[in-house]
């Protein structure tokens, strides 16, 4: 089956310092790919949509300016958190659809979970 | 604005009982229904997913059911393992933008040997 990967899975920065999570698709091609944040004993929620070759499109309530998503390749769309602080820690999680088909048929990464000090 | 919610909040069960989780959504106009399984610090697995106008899919011990009209659906799983044992989380997404999934809050179920 599609396998999307993330890259690191595991993050521990300073506050104020900024992360780039990577989430690729290893063996089928994404023109979009969402972003997801789960907080402890919490549901996951729809941060942002990655949009190959535009921009992304942010659910409200989250700052793009904090949180930069490029989606520079057909597989391949980066999340950085900006100025990290403790409160961004959380798991974060992308998904994608592969080009072509309904896009509610999507596969999820592993995650990255991000611990700011 | 649509809202997914999952009773009960968590499960403990021994190792071979069938069990329901259920889940419930606040707008009827849905696209489709997907359970997922997520294991601790892991991503998701897709279980099953059920297009509006569809009532059940089954994927071996595990059968999933929706109402859309009650906003309800319910995820069947029989002679539990202890291998089940995870977070099932249900998720729904909208006629208007079908990528987009709003998830419930989860079934923390254990299945003790």
């Known amino acids: 089956g599609a396998v999307v990967s993330q890259h690191p899975s595991w993050v521990i920065c300073k506050s104020g310092t900024s992360v780039k999570i990577e989430c690729r698709s290893l063996?089928?091609?994404?023109?979009?790919m969402f972003w997801y944040r789960q907080f402890p004993k919490q549901s996951l929620m729809l941060m942002a949509t990655?949009?190959?070759?535009?921009?992304?499109?942010?659910e409200q309530g989250v700052e793009k300016d904090k949180f930069l998503i490029n989606h520079a390749s057909l597989t391949l769309s980066t999340l950085t958190v900006t100025s990290a602080h403790p409160e961004d820690s959380s798991f974060y999680i992308c998904?994608?659809?592969?080009?072509?088909?309904?896009?509610?048929?999507?596969?999820f990464g592993p995650g990255t979970r991000l611990l700011v000090l | 604005k649509q809202e997914v919610t999952q009773i009960p909040a968590a499960l403990s069960v021994p190792e071979g009982e069938n069990l329901v989780l259920n889940c419930s959504f606040t707008?009827?106009?849905?696209?489709?229904l997907q359970w997922f399984r997520q294991d601790p610090g892991k991503g998701l697995t897709s279980l099953l997913l059920?297009?509006?106008?569809?009532r059940e899919q089954t994927s071996g011990r595990l059968n999933a059911s929706l109402d859309k009209s009650s906003g309800r659906s319910t995820l069947y799983i029989a002679a539990s393992q202890p291998g089940d044992s995870a977070t099932y989380l249900c998720?729904?997404?909208?006629?208007?933008?079908?990528?987009?999934?709003?998830f419930g809050t989860g079934t923390r179920l254990k299945v003790l040997a």
């Open positions: 063996d089928f091609q994404a023109t979009t």
């Open positions: 998720a729904v997404s909208n006629p208007s933008g079908t990528y987009k999934y709003i």
């Open positions: 998904s994608a659809p592969p080009t072509g088909t309904r896009q509610e048929t999507q596969y």
């Open positions: 990655s949009n190959e070759g535009s921009k992304a499109t942010y």
């Open positions: 707008d009827s106009a849905i696209y489709n």
């Open positions: 059920i297009q509006s106008s569809q």
